[in-house]
């Protein structure tokens, strides 16, 4: 009986253990999910900031001003796409695959 006493000891261990584990795993996870939320913000903000300077700027010439609204829109979908990966990467690793 002590034998039964000690294999169900390690299995309460074992069992504790990996779910520390998995709550490590979902808090980094979720700690992913917010930097990345920060990082589109963030890219966002300034983003739209250089955007708002393109439009009021007097000094720059007129060939100009759509070749920084193409780098401007390039820029988002850069972003989006990356944003998309990385959010996917994470809710990938969260979903566990069949």
Same mark, same amino acid.
């Given at each position: 009986?002590?034998?039964?006493?000690?294999?169900?000891?390690?299995?309460? *261990?074992?069992?504790?253990?990996? *779910?520390?584990?998995?709550?490590?795993?979902?808090?980094?996870?979720?700690?992913?999910?917010? *930097?990345?939320?920060?990082?589109?913000? $963030?890219?966002?903000?300034?983003?739209?900031?250089?955007?708002?300077?393109?439009?009021?700027? *007097?000094? $720059?010439?007129?060939?100009?001003?759509?070749?920084?609204?193409?780098?401007?829109?390039?820029?988002?979908?850069?972003?989006?796409?990356?944003?998309?990966? $990385?959010?996917?990467?994470?809710?990938?690793?969260?979903?566990?695959?069949?």
């Amino acid at each position: 009986m002590e034998k039964f006493g000690k294999i169900r000891e390690k299995l309460l *261990k074992t069992e504790n253990d990996i *779910k520390t584990d998995f709550a490590k795993m979902e808090k980094i996870k979720a700690e992913g999910l917010k *930097k990345t939320e920060e990082m589109r913000s $963030l890219v966002e903000k300034e983003i739209a900031k250089m955007e708002a300077e393109v439009m009021k700027s *007097k000094d $720059l010439a007129q060939e100009s001003v759509p070749r920084l609204r193409t780098e401007i829109t390039t820029m988002r979908k850069e972003v989006q796409q990356k944003y998309d990966d $990385l959010k996917s990467r994470i809710s990938a690793a969260i979903v566990p695959q069949p």
